[in-house]
């Protein structure tokens, strides 16, 4: 069955460093979407994207982040300064026609130091 | 954002016996819902959905059920096996005009199921 796939598992930065997150959606899906789960609190949406473009973003999501999709397979979460607050597992998902759900990634443990 | 409830953190059943995982929500523009089942150290996975169109749905030993009046669905494992043995989160999709359908989830409830 296809999945969702991310990595690195694990990224360990430095405080002030820049990140990227990568993931590889499934591959005739259509939108794409981050999501972050710090620890012990629930798991919250951070952007969505569709056509090439954010169609949504949630108010974590600020001028810190970015979300590209360089090609036709990669779809990347970059924060530009990370903060100690930052530190997350950070899930990626897809979906494909509206009325499907979405399918998640293991996600990126990502711990700033 | 207590716009999703799951008010028990955590649930023990017997193997064989029925789950019941409950989830209560407050936005009236939720118009689908969904549960997802996660292992330590993986993303969620999909379970089981349901349209707010419907009251029922069911797949295998799963069934979600939805109660639109008191804004509350709920998960029926029957039987329950060891292996189910995880968290379960719910989570529900804004119908809104702008929304591209991100998911709101609960907290999440612990799932234990003893042989």
């Known amino acids: 069955e296809p999945e969702v796939t991310q990595t690195p598992s694990h990224q360990v930065t430095q405080m002030g460093q820049e990140v990227i997150l990568r993931c590889v959606p499934i591959?005739?899906?259509?939108?794409f979407y981050w999501y972050r789960q710090i620890l012990g609190q629930k798991v919250e949406f951070l952007v969505s994207?569709?056509?090439?473009?954010?169609?949504?973003k949630s108010e974590i999501f600020d001028d810190q982040f970015s979300v590209e999709r360089p090609d036709g397979s990669n779809f990347t979460l970059k924060i530009r300064s990370t903060k100690l607050e930052d530190s997350a597992m950070y899930f990626c998902?897809?979906?494909?026609?509206?009325?499907?759900?979405?399918?998640f990634g293991d996600g990126t443990r990502l711990s700033i130091l | 954002d207590q716009q999703v409830k799951q008010n028990s953190p955590s649930l023990s059943v017997q193997e064989g016996r029925i789950s019941i995982l409950n989830c209560d929500y407050t936005?009236?523009?939720?118009?689908?819902f969904l549960w997802y089942k996660k292992y330590p150290a993986e993303g969620p996975t999909f379970l089981i959905s349901i349209s707010s169109i419907k009251d029922k749905n069911e797949d295998g030993r799963f069934t979600v059920f939805l109660n639109k009046s008191a804004k509350h669905l709920s998960l029926h494992i029957v039987p329950s096996q060891p292996g189910d043995s995880a968290v379960y989160f719910c989570?529900?999709?804004?119908?809104?005009?702008?929304?591209?359908?991100?998911?709101?989830f609960g907290q999440g409830t612990i799932l234990t199921v003893h042989p």
């Open positions: 989570a529900a999709r804004n119908a809104g005009g702008t929304s591209y359908g991100k998911l709101t």
């Open positions: 994207f569709y056509n090439n473009e954010i169609s949504e």
């Open positions: 998902a897809s979906r494909g026609t509206y009325n499907q759900p979405q399918h």
């Open positions: 591959s005739n899906h259509l939108y």
């Open positions: 936005n009236s523009m939720f118009d689908y």
